[in-house]
């Protein structure tokens, strides 16, 4: 059953322009009565020349910037109203920022669906009664720029400047809901970008930020590197930087569940390899983890099982004791 009624109508008309620019710290300055200007917040920005493109029109409640960045990532729309500017900030679906907008503003919510198909009413999953949770994602359609893969905080990973720049992770220095994070960029199968996950290197929480559209469960992180590396054989680990740390010891063929669970699309996507080395953290939740998923996975395909000692990642482990654990293979 829906847990949550969302009504586009009243997002759009209980929450203001400014009132979400005060949200992301956003300064713009006053033009004249309802026109505002500043620098673009959008992720999608990187025309150095316009400085000062982006626009709000406070009586309409609609914004647009004008740079070439921006216009081309969107596909010649130059604006939009709230919803749109969240989508964008959030990298999520309208539906999920309508939703962000009710819980950020406290915006009143219907408690049952109207049957009017223009009302902006719609269900949970944003498609509709009876449809399902997507099991693929939309490639984005923008790229971070400035990404520094020489921040000091890879170091302190025991990540080297090559393997990061391999990964294309670095700090995100620019505008956004990923600026002061380390960034690291997602891919399909086809090696094409999903999503930029988020870690914090300042002890701030959430630890790792995802974009809310992003359904993890439906992708093996640094799965089109492993595919391209030819491998018979493929190494399964927990988090993004266990993939980093693995194929900076000389395994490029590794993905991650990003987590400790495996989804049935997840299975799938592994099954199209001859074998399986799980490589799971050393703790209750990877133990359980990888005993899970070798039992789904032994009827289909040579599952081996590395055990880490108590506590330990591989993110932990030096290239020496990767491959003492893993060998040749």
């Given at each position: 059953?829906?847990?949550?009624?969302?009504?586009?109508?009243?997002?759009?008309?209980?929450?203001s322009?400014?009132?979400?620019?005060?949200?992301?710290?956003?300064?713009?300055?006053?033009?004249?009565?309802?026109?505002?200007?500043?620098?673009?917040?959008?992720?999608?920005?990187?025309?150095?020349?316009?400085?000062?493109?982006?626009?709000?029109?406070?009586?309409?409640?609609?914004?647009?910037?004008?740079?070439?960045?921006?216009?081309?990532?969107?596909?010649?729309?130059?604006?939009?109203?709230?919803?749109?500017?969240?989508a964008?900030?959030?990298?999520?679906?309208?539906?999920e920022?309508?939703?962000?907008?009710?819980?950020?503003?406290?915006?009143?919510?219907?408690?049952?669906?109207?049957?009017?198909?223009?009302?902006?009413?719609?269900?949970?999953?944003?498609?509709?009664?009876?449809s399902?949770?997507?099991?693929?994602?939309?490639?984005?359609?923008?790229?971070?720029?400035?990404?520094?893969?020489?921040?000091?905080?890879?170091?302190?990973?025991?990540?080297?400047?090559?393997?990061?720049s391999?990964?294309?992770?670095?700090?995100?220095?620019?505008?956004?809901?990923?600026v002061?994070?380390?960034?690291?960029?997602?891919?399909?199968?086809?090696?094409?970008?999903?999503?930029?996950?988020?870690?914090?290197?300042?002890?701030?929480?959430?630890?790792?930020?995802?974009?809310?559209?992003?359904?993890?469960?439906?992708?093996?992180?640094?799965?089109?590197?492993?595919?391209?590396?030819?491998?018979?054989?493929?190494?399964?680990?927990?988090?993004?930087?266990?993939?980093?740390?693995?194929?900076?010891?000389g395994?490029?063929?590794?993905?991650?569940?990003m987590?400790?669970?495996?989804?049935?699309?997840?299975?799938?996507?592994?099954?199209?390899?001859q074998?399986?080395?799980?490589?799971?953290?050393?703790?209750?939740?990877?133990?359980?983890g990888?005993?899970?998923?070798?039992?789904?996975?032994?009827?289909?395909?040579?599952?081996?099982?590395?055990?880490?000692?108590?506590?330990?990642?591989?993110?932990?482990?030096?290239?020496?004791?990767?491959?003492?654990?893993?060998?040749?293979?």
């Open positions: 059953m829906p847990s949550e009624w969302i009504d586009f109508r009243a997002v759009k008309e209980s929450v322009m400014e009132m979400i620019l005060a949200h992301y710290n956003v300064r713009v300055r006053k033009v004249n009565q309802t026109y505002l200007r500043g620098k673009c917040p959008l992720p999608s920005h990187t025309s150095k020349e316009s400085g000062d493109s982006f626009g709000v029109h406070a009586g309409k409640n609609v914004w647009a910037c004008q740079s070439d960045s921006c216009v081309k990532a969107r596909r010649g729309r130059k604006g939009g109203n709230v919803l749109d500017f969240v964008l900030m959030e990298n999520c679906s309208i539906r920022a309508a939703a962000k907008l009710q819980d950020w503003f406290r915006v009143a919510s219907p408690a049952t669906p109207t049957n009017d198909k223009n009302s902006g009413t719609v269900f949970p999953d944003g498609t509709g009664e009876g399902k949770t997507p099991d693929s994602n939309r490639p984005l359609e923008f790229t971070l720029k400035d990404v520094n893969p020489e921040h000091e905080y890879f170091a302190k990973r025991g990540i080297s400047r090559e393997a990061a391999v990964f294309g992770a670095g700090f995100f220095p620019g505008r956004g809901s990923m002061g994070r380390v960034v690291i960029p997602i891919h399909d199968r086809e090696g094409r970008l999903l999503a930029y996950a988020g870690r914090s290197i300042d002890g701030s929480e959430p630890k790792y930020k995802l974009p809310a559209g992003f359904h993890k469960s439906a992708e093996l992180y640094n799965l089109h590197r492993a595919h391209e590396s030819r491998g018979e054989c493929v190494i399964v680990v927990e988090g993004f930087f266990d993939s980093m740390k693995v194929h900076q010891a395994y490029p063929s590794v993905v991650a569940l987590g400790s669970a495996m989804s049935e699309k997840q299975e799938e996507l592994l099954a199209a390899f074998k399986i080395i799980l490589m799971l953290d050393g703790d209750e939740a990877g133990r359980e990888a005993k899970t998923i070798a039992e789904r996975l032994i009827h289909r395909i040579f599952v081996r099982v590395v055990d880490l000692a108590d506590g330990k990642q591989p993110d932990q482990l030096s290239a020496e004791e990767i491959r003492s654990l893993l060998g040749s293979i």
